[in-house]
């Protein structure tokens, strides 16, 4: 059974930082971990976005809305996900929730990819930013 936990959300100022941390337990496959991890969130009235993806090659991407602000890795063991968020602005605020196991990583060209249909999500963390 694969069980995602987030934690590191809370409270920042405008211009401030937060690190958010995911972590996987369990395996969706045997000895095989997630081919990509993502972070998503969702702000009150709208609608579920991707906030940034890492394929299992270490390939990753952003959404134009947060590119230069924030940075996903793992550690070595791909058990811990991170979303470092910097320059943080109001409109960050919002629950992140972390995502394994999606159903295709699709490759465009070298270094643009997509991920879809993630199958294992994180209880979500909320980030508030606010002066």
């Known amino acids: 059974q694969v069980q995602l936990v987030e934690s590191g959300g809370g409270s920042a100022q405008p211009g401030g930082s937060l690190k958010l941390s995911c972590q996987l337990s369990?395996?969706?496959?045997?000895?095989?971990?997630?081919?990509?991890m993502a972070w998503f969130r969702q702000a009150p009235g709208k609608e579920r976005e991707e906030v940034a993806a890492?394929?299992?090659?270490?390939?990753?991407h952003y959404a134009d809305f947060v590119k230069g602000r924030v940075t996903i890795s793992q550690n070595n063991a791909k058990t811990t996900t991170f979303l470092q968020m910097n320059r943080l602005e109001p409109e960050d605020t919002a629950v992140y929730y972390c995502a394994a196991y999606p159903v295709e990583v699709r490759y465009f060209s070298p270094g643009v990819f997509a991920c879809r249909e993630f199958r294992a999500w994180g209880q979500g963390t909320q980030v508030t930013v606010s002066s």
């Open positions: 369990g395996s969706m496959y045997t000895g095989s971990t997630s081919s990509c």
């Open positions: 890492l394929n299992r090659e270490g390939g990753v």
